[in-house]
T-cell receptor
Framework: AQKVTQAQTEISVVEKEDVTLDCVYE???????LFWYKQPPSGELVFLIR??????QNEISGRYSWNFQKSTSSFNFTITASQVVDSAVYFC?????????????FGQGTELSVKP | NAGVTQTPKFRVLKTGQSMTLLCAQD?????MYWYRQDPGMGLRLIHY???????AKGEVPDGYNVSRLKKQNFLLGLESAAPSQTSVYFC???????????????FGSGTRLTVV
């Protein structure tokens, strides 16, 4: 079975602090895809990143960075110098690809609150 | 290019009433999905479709039916609504079942359903 766990339900930081959101996944597939989505208070789901299981390179995009480690089945997300606009619910998700009908399995989400 | 459009955006139903949620995509995507989002539980897959004329059950299919008669449309039906079906419903689509590298799975803006 596939599963995604985001153990941190809520995180609160003060602006300009760095914050890391944890994501641990379970799968027996050798080919799979990992995602992060942001859900701001307005409710839409905003795509942040997709990573495939064969690409363990860390990714940096502005203040955002992702650390993918197959050895620990983790795909953590770090926001550097957080801002109030980063306040949102963040979801980590896993897809087994075509072999599993492309089903996207979500973690429970981490609610990040960035205070000024 | 509208992406994924969900209709309606809001609805209040009485227990026992029926309704259909419409999801329409104009990206020629093969794969389509219906999720529900409840507080603290992330997004859970209700039903999905890997192509026109096909449907399959997801994690929480009870009380829902779906149809994919046309490639661009994926309908979610509630035959006899119950208060437990009060939720926010999201539709998503993907061309390949892997999510696109640049934009992942495409999500609609959601339907907020209240059953009283």
């Amino acid at each position: 079975a596939q599963k995604v766990t985001q153990a941190q339900t809520e995180i609160s930081v003060v602006e300009k602090e760095d914050v890391t959101l944890d994501c641990v996944y379970e799968t027996r597939d050798t080919t799979y895809y990992l995602f992060w989505y942001k859900q701001p208070p307005s409710g839409e789901l905003v795509f942040l990143i997709r990573r495939n299981s064969f690409d363990e390179q860390n990714e940096i995009s502005g203040r955002y960075s992702w650390n993918f480690q197959k050895s620990t089945s983790s795909f953590n997300f770090t926001i550097t110098a957080s801002q109030v606009v980063d306040s949102a619910v963040y979801f980590c998700a896993l897809s087994g690809g075509v072999g599993r009908g492309g089903k996207l399995i979500f973690g429970q989400g981490t609610e990040l609150s960035v205070k000024p | 290019n509208a992406g994924v459009t969900q209709t309606p955006k809001f609805r209040v139903l009485k227990t026992g009433q029926s309704m259909t949620l419409l999801c329409a995509q104009d990206m020629n995507h093969e794969y389509m999905y219906w999720y529900r989002q409840d507080p603290g539980m992330g997004l859970r897959l209700i039903h999905y479709s890997v192509g026109e004329g096909t449907t399959a059950k997801g994690e929480v299919p009870d009380g829902y039916n779906v149809s994919r008669l046309k490639k661009q449309n994926f309908l979610l039906g509630l035959e006899s609504a119950a208060p437990s079906q009060t939720s926010v419903y999201f539709c998503a689509s993907s061309y390949s079942g892997q999510g696109d590298f640049n934009y992942g799975y495409t999500f609609g803006s959601g339907t907020r359903l209240t059953v009283v």
